[in-house]
């Protein structure tokens, strides 16, 4: 069978087994596949298959930037491998600066960020080779709307329902400087077990794309550690009751649908 006809196959299933959009609360038809994660956040948009949601065409377009955006976070470190992969991380970057403007520059870090990062230098890896500034409004919209974006897709992968209207998801992303820093949540990461990845017969991302989850018995919520290299960690908690998230920021809360509308 050729690539286009299993792609067709793919998506035909897909569409029948789940005919909603798994983005926007189940209420509008899908018509497209989309694969979360995307292809641009691993070597050479090489990934296996598994983790292909029924998406309607407005959340498909309205995640795209954000997508680029954490593809381009993905590759902070470790650094890409020659040749092949350093073009691509060149790339990205370019189609960064063309789509999403103002954030490079609002990624250069300030004189307080550097002198930071040259006092902790003993407790960054091997090969860090400087600090960004992952403070700025740009950048955050697109990792939160990205995460929002992961757990609604995860919530539907492991709970095999589509996160209702009433539901919302609560993000926060962390980068390596956290990590290198002691900056994670480590009591929720250690309630999480093995993490999985996606991975077809021996070949597995699991250097690129790693995922732990917890699922409260009663199946109406779950939270989800979600690790790109050792770039950048997503920690989502989707629930089918917006309520539930009533009392946090809700500037880090995402309701089904944003993607569509690029709001919260
Ligand atoms: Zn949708």
Known sequence: MGEAKRARRLREHLLTSCPHCVFCGGVELATTIDHVPPRVMFDARHRPKGMEFSACG??????????????????????????????????????????????????????????????QRSQMPRGAAGVLNVGGPILNDAMMRFGAKLGMALFYHDLGKILPPDGAVFVRWYSNYDAFTDGLPTEVLSLMGQPSSLEQGRWTVANQFQFGRVIPLERTMAAHMVTFRQSFGILTFAAEHHWHMDRAPQDHVFRPGCLRTGTH
């Open 58 to 119: 407005a959340c498909n377009d309205g995640s795209r930037k954000a997508e680029l955006v954490a593809g381009m976070m993905a590759r902070l470190f470790p650094d890409p491998a020659p040749g092949l992969l350093e073009n691509e991380q060149d790339a990205i970057f370019r189609h960064v600066n063309n789509n999403i403007p103002g954030l490079l520059e609002e990624l250069q870090p300030n004189v307080r960020q550097k002198v930071l990062f040259n006092a």
